[in-house]
């Protein structure tokens, strides 16, 4: 039971730490000093992971919340490693101060259409097959 409860505790801190940084990242997005590469992936990153639609919806079994497990950290993984400390440093200051925290309805709006067009594209296809 002891050991349950310890795993339980770093999941709950390994995802504030998630959270954090996902704000963090958002800031980087923002930030003028962040190289221009590092900025773009900075704001994809942030926009999928503060999106209130998820690429592969969260109902779909494993799936759902797989590439939350993976394509977030990896891509902050990745900005971490493109953006100088200094910068990293201050967005998170800015993270932990924030009292209100960002949402990105553009992205909702881009992850709609590109469900949209991908059901489009493979009504297209079925139709034609059965042609």
């Known amino acids: 039971m002891r050991v349950a409860k310890k795993w339980i505790d770093r999941l709950k801190q390994w995802a504030k730490q998630i959270k954090r940084n ?30 209130p639609i998820d690429l592969i919806p969260d109902f779909i079994p494993v799936l759902g919340y797989l590439d939350d497990l993976i394509l977030v950290p990896l891509g902050i993984m990745l900005v971490l490693r493109l953006v100088p400390a200094e910068v990293m440093q201050r967005c998170r200051l800015q ?23 991908l059901a489009y594209v493979a009504y297209f296809y079925l139709y034609r097959s059965n042609i």
């Open 22 to 51: 996902v704000y963090a990242v958002w800031f980087v997005a923002r930030d003028p000093e962040t190289p221009f590469m590092a900025k773009l992936l900075a704001l994809l990153v942030a926009a999928y992971a503060i999106s």
């Open 95 to 117: 993270a932990d101060a924030i009292s209100q925290k960002p949402s990105s309805y553009i992205a909702a709006s881009v992850f709609i259409a590109l469900w949209l067009l």
